[in-house]
């Protein structure tokens, strides 16, 4: 995972197009936890994953290390309990929405309450929206497509 997050400081990509490649291959990290591993340790990389975005200086203040690990950690309970429940694909969409509902409302808190510029609100806020929801389901993808190559070689 660390590495994924850190392809930004190496290859020179637009913040919006990494936004989306980082975010699918960082969630898909945190699904493959649930799956290889188990949901406890996925939430831990579900918290250190915000601290290490942070230190990159993708994050502009500390205080938004919060929502984001909240909205990692919505994601995986929401795999992890959707997955129980209904299945693979199911399970994908309530942790997407799951991930991108929490992230919108801490998000909204942590900026009402830091009242930062106008314009530097507005470009979080896009940037901790509905592109949550987007790379949530492009993790789940991934995840997927891993699953089948990890099964491959297993056999």
């Known amino acids: 995972m660390l590495i994924f997050q850190s392809i930004r400081l190496f290859v020179p990509v637009p913040p919006f197009v990494s936004m989306f490649v980082i975010g699918s291959a ?3 990290c945190l699904l493959l936890a ?3 591993a188990n949901w406890r340790l996925a939430l831990v990389l579900a918290v250190i994953a915000p ?4 230190l990159q200086q993708v994050l502009p203040l500390p ?3 919060l929502p984001v690990a909240a909205a990692n950690s919505a994601y995986v309970l929401g795999y992890y ?3 129980r ?3 693979y694909w199911p399970a994908i969409g309530i942790a997407a929405v799951a991930k991108a509902a929490a992230m919108f409302a801490m998000v909204t808190w942590v900026i009402n309450w830091v009242q930062l510029p106008a314009k530097l609100a507005t470009a979080l806020s896009m940037m901790l929206g509905w592109p949550q929801l987007i790379t949530g389901l492009g993790g789940g993808i991934l995840c997927f ?3 089948k190559r990890l099964s491959v070689w297993k056999s």
């Open 26 to 28: 960082v969630n898909a």
């Open 34 to 36: 649930v799956e290889q």
């Open 51 to 54: 601290v290490l975005a942070y």
């Open 63 to 65: 205080i938004f290390i």
């Open 81 to 83: 309990l959707g997955n």
């Open 85 to 87: 429940f209904t299945g």
């Open 145 to 147: 497509i891993l699953l």
